[in-house]
């Protein structure tokens, strides 16, 4: 891969940490709490350093035992840390119980290291060493100088014809009811958007006849725009599969639903899906390749533990989501 | 909750020490027990202490670090202990293995400090302080001691005007072939009775030309009984699903099926239906409402490890057993 | 026990949730964190409900599964939480390595529900349904609304006559260099003060020429103080062993060191003693027997993980810190 | 069982420390490994002798704690370990990953204690005490001693009349590519052949128009051979279900297929499979008897974590792999 | 070794299921247990069946998972289990927490297979195909039939000549305060008698002037007796220590103390001894050698988690009670 | 830190595999083995990373998940892996289990991907980007490839004025009684000796006085080198301490012996003392000081599980091996 000379891959956002409830357990009678590190960023990030990509993160952890720990897991997966400030503040963190239902997340990421210091970089500097800048609405949904800084950094990136891509990531616990329009600009800067027809329409504050018609629209207003891509969950009782779609300006694809089998860790499936889309992206795959790609990134995120997809590039394409099960041996 | 008034919910039965083998593991090949705490009647007055009911638990534990174990984890899901009695004579035990199957249960319960100390209660005083009075057709099967203060109590409950729940509860090696009609006295004491068209049927010694039948049957036999309600199992192949039905001298209602998805452990479902069809009834909720809780709460419950429902009342009414599966934050 | 006529044990203070690194584990390369309750106020009242007094804790939690997590904590070693107020706001965490060194813990209390709502009680109310008074210098140390209640309750408690037992539990880094001098008015009102001689030089900003001179400085400046109690630890190399001195009014009385052997667990040792302490107290021990029984506690615990004791009466009394090991069969 | 005067049935194969990642884990971010003891005759031998059969497993073992830990576990489940050689060399170890997919296999078995020393038998005798031969097509894939050791075995059986039972086994990545019809010489000497219609096939380099004519022709062109037996995997969509088919030269018999519902670990079901129909053989049972025994022992092996079967000739009996999901108690 | 040809090694008594609380966890707030296989008897005979003997458990098991867990792990150290029965009744279990102190132990073995049915045996028959036999005194102190069979079994030995050894292995809780002199038949029948001064003067209800003349007393007076053999623990503040002592009729030798460090579990231990004794004695050591050896494999022990010593005699050999750690590599 | 304007420090050789044996379990008993990464050279690499230094590793690493593993690992820690090969070939292993003694390795290392390329780096090369060199004796006790190329390069970094620190290492099962004074040319490579006189008498096969004369021997008869440092374990029963010695040419210096307590895990404490005396000589600290930070480093070693000491600059300098015990809050 000779991404290296054109700069990193830069992700901008919180890194959290991850407390999760054993398998079977609440959070009110749990004895113990399995750690992992997340944040909608960060995991993109992760995949995108699995792939091989030089990629680096942009966020502030605090100068603790758990920010050590953070940076660490970044490292592990690859993922470069040089840019990553450290500072006083609390780590964000989010508690998680998979049962029952899907799970349910309790966040406690107030006042954070990165929410109080997510001002500190130099977006203009680092638009002139960057290949890709990634970015998530989570950001603007913390409000305050995660959102201030998101909407900055995207502005210099356009500015400086770096590609965006930009991660709609809705949660309704973030934004209580509160309009997510304040997304727009970033729509704005972004040359990939990873958002569903019903993000679209939510968003744009219209209703489209049909998701087509959404993404055509969103496609006409936002000129610097050249692909969006999301997914799709399906319910058959308790079976649940998955499809992924890609619109470009000159083609489309959706995929054939893939079925999600035993699901051990559904978080971080999208950013999974945004992680591997943005690497057929910088690839130049078509949408049908792309999508493709997408959904086996998503349907194996689903089979591991923690909020990052954990693999090679060989085995994101040797993976097939509609595939016969059979151990590999 | 305005229950405090009107005296404490007595749940009277054995409490007893579950030790599992981990997932996958056989009791003959396991390396360490996990531990719970069960017990049909502690399983209903854990629901109803989470649901914020004033309830007390009647039952014998042994002087032991085990009974110690138990008093403090009924305590932990708010039951009340102060009228548990400790004794001489050993912790009542089931070995439980979850797999190969639907798992299976190695009872070793005699001699218990229940077994033989269950007639050490004066039903008489306890009426006067019981807003309801709850038990299991288990105590009839262990015979005895047990057995007898079920149906002492029961009628002492009866006699002075309490509400009786009474859960069938069959366990066919506790009956080893022995006819069960000998919960015939306790139906008789019962206001609201916890079993299915089947086991009514086999307890009358009657065949039904089909469940209505026999649940007609039961309420015009036995006077005092105001409701009936049971779940319903399906399997479609290895998927499974559950319906509820409450039926009341003036209505009745069956849930549709709800699918169970992947199942943590399914111990206890029945015991967190009956725990919330008699929150129900406390409340006056009518039979399609007191179906769908009853049935929330048992599909709730096999997402989650050990004997006990675990959760609150905000998350009991928030979930829908037929609702689409999403993470909520 | 007779005490519950004269009313309950009231314990005011912080419960904090403590997220611990398994054995042999930094914080920094944790991939699982244990989950125990602490708070020094918590974990006094731990002791005294199992050794069988009416408690109540004093505090506010979160609205939240870690709060239901800590509320389910307290009622299992007996502790009451009917006055436990619910409010918005974070659970107080802390995070514990236990090595190297004796370990050291990340506090992430800031913000938390107590610290916004610890005014939230009405301390006449309160004096007038208690018996005895704890709490400790930690509230102080915290500063706002904490510290104001501290005092503003153990002010009602001594002008209702009742007894309050004030630990010093100095903590360096919440006091961070600050004089904790403000602790002085809790002095005032206490009945008993668990504090060293080093604690009281310190807060009486006084130099002594010796230990017995400190106390007899605080006991005769404080005119309320009955009896102070304290534990000194000795290291021989890396063996450890721990004394326990009480001093009245009129005796006084200093154990031998009692070998601490291999120890699982230090944090709540203090409060261990604390609790043993009080108990002593309630039931009219002398110095020296006081003073045994508050080094047997504080020994146990160290072999104990997590931050409270756990144990029987029996087990206490039987407890020789000073014998001979022998498995017990 | 009266087999015991007829000597022992022997398993002659590699026996494999397998280390696998935890659930949800890959092996790339595991922490822990769990060990189980496998081996395709080592798996077969553990069923036989949980049966109640007199088993031997003949194979080398490295003298180490390893080496002692395989001993051990395979005595565990009542294979006799008096015929297992001890040598240098190391042991062969594969390290297993579940997710995502349906798993993947790392082996580490070149230079085994067994590679270097399968030679070291005499079969002539060992065919004198050999009421049965057990074998697969592993020995063979593994080129060398053990493949010149398994012919030259099973040879020796036939020639001693000892009935053979010999599993294809096939690993893909064993044979690289290479044809795997160097084992033609093993289904010359097998009185049992575990091998699937595509099996034969491939083995036999031979395209049939469908599976019914395979299997014939293998019968036709091997004399010694009394019976045919395989499993089917099914897929619809993310659910499975196996069903299993005996043929002998006189009847043929295919079971429905049975849910295999939440799978733990499939990797050594059709060494339960085998198994159970070698005990089918051994006992006179009928194609559809043998066929339906052998398809319950590879569904429960399903549920069961690690390589064996775990269980009694009670519980497989009791199994039945269609039948309605119910706790046992 | 060519003991086969003599018979087997003997040894009777109950096999208990230990079921042990995680290190730093009382039972009471145990949520998961170990699983350990223990009972004095099977402790020494997996000792000895690890270091190369023929060994027969005789026991009685119960037909449940739990027996066969035990079995498994009785053949896992390569202890014979043919003559082990299985029978209805209970399991046999104790519940152990390590601290805090040195632990302690509840028994919950009434009722057991074993109690029940230990008068199963044919001692004669049994005799003649036993080059040793071993039992301890917890079979006397269970009385009933346990302390019948133990009479009977070890005079039926005695009597065709097979050495006994027995380990008097007072239990303070099983004789609860009963004198423990019925034990004496069992020392008459004795060849090598496990028992401290200490042990000797209780059960001979003497008391001697010194430790010396304990032993020489109880050589005296039982003729068939040739050596005695016990360990002593000192203590030297938290510091742990100990010495084994053996006395025959022609030599006596006491090791130095050899310090134990940190102790993992120390359960066992004296079984660990005995067994390594006996091993001596069957080989013929001297006094100074068996001494050593059996203090080797009582230090060895603390260091192992569970009931019994679990090695080789290569290591055995090597493990040097008073040398410099190092670790080996 | 301004050293990465001069290149990287540059670490050489095996990375390891090390699968360890729970608390209290023999490999021969163990369900589950404990994954840590280790490698002496990983190790020291490992210390210098968190220290804040630039460390390239120089390895070879199979291509496969325990491959991708091991690289993780060392990234998790800031150790460089851009330079680490892949390749075909087995990942090296070694076993551990801890007790009983001070436990016991089993290699498992043969065939390894490093052991078959570790010719494949450009000695030249990568001395005009190195700063620093490390290399320890066990490449040249492997043997074959590794130990030419551990000649080669420290013989290249010698010729250009690159310091090189070399550590003996003497593992006795990989020299298996061969003389490893093949190590000369390495020491005359070195600028910094990690060896005790023991070792260097050894190596040079001269018996000396004292230590001290061991020391100026060295120091006189290799020009290039600096300094020679080791580490001293001393045992007083059951108490071990450790004091650090470090000599150059114009000072010395041995520290007063610091009590260990507790250990947890004291593999990698040799190669921790290295990294903390590396870091020391780049950053021109006196013996005294160096000594002192070399000894901190080993210590807290001790108490983390593990191979590698993790941990931070400031806590390394915090840590005082000497210190009062006590919990920092």
């Not at 989570?138 to 100088?145: C, E, Q, R, S």
């Not at 057929?280 to 349907?299: F, N, P």
Request: hydrophobic letters at 45%; aromatic letters at 6%; proline letters at 3%.
């Amino acid at each position: 891969m000779d991404d290296k000379a054109a700069g990193s891959i830069l992700c901008f956002g919180e890194v959290l940490l991850r407390l999760s409830a054993p398998v079977g357990r609440r959070l009110a009678n749990s004895s113990s709490l399995e750690v992992h590190v997340g944040g909608a960023e960060a995991n993109v990030a992760a995949v995108l350093a699995q792939l091989g990509h030089d990629v680096e993160m942009l966020s502030v952890l605090p100068q603790s035992g758990l920010g050590d720990l953070c940076l660490g897991e970044l490292r592990r997966v690859g993922v470069g840390t040089a840019k990553v400030r450290r500072s006083d503040g609390r780590m964000g963190i989010y508690f998680f119980e998979a049962a029952p239902g899907a799970g349910s997340v309790e966040y406690d990421r107030e006042q954070s290291a990165f929410a109080h210091n997510a001002d500190q970089f130099d977006w203009a500097a680092l638009a002139s060493v960057s290949r890709w800048f990634h970015l998530s609405g989570i950001n603007v949904a913390l409000g305050g100088k995660p959102a201030d800084a998101a909407r900055t950094a995207a502005e210099a990136m356009a500015e400086a014809g770096v590609p965006v891509s930009f991660d709609v990531n809705h949660r309704a616990s973030l934004w209580e009811g509160r309009s997510d329009k304040g997304i727009v600009p970033l729509i704005t800067a972004a040359t990939a958007l990873l958002a569903s027809p019903q993000d679209i329409s939510r968003i744009l504050q219209t209703e489209f006849a049909n998701g087509a018609l959404a993404v055509q629209a969103v496609l006409e207003r936002f000129e610097r725009l050249e692909v969006v891509a999301w997914t799709r969950r399906l319910n058959d009782g308790d079976r649940q599969s998955l499809s992924a779609s890609v619109v470009t300006r000159s083609e489309q694809h959706e995929t054939a639903p893939a079925p999600l089998g035993q699901v051990s860790d559904r978080i971080g499936s999208g950013d999974a899906f945004a992680g591997a889309i943005i690497d057929g992206l910088l690839r130049g795959q078509g949408a049908a390749e792309s999508a493709r790609q997408g959904l086996a990134a998503a349907v194996m995120k689903h089979a591991i533990a923690g909020d990052q997809w954990i693999g090679t590039r060989a085995e994101l394409e040797a993976f097939d989501p509609f595939g016969e099960s059979d151990v590999r041996r």
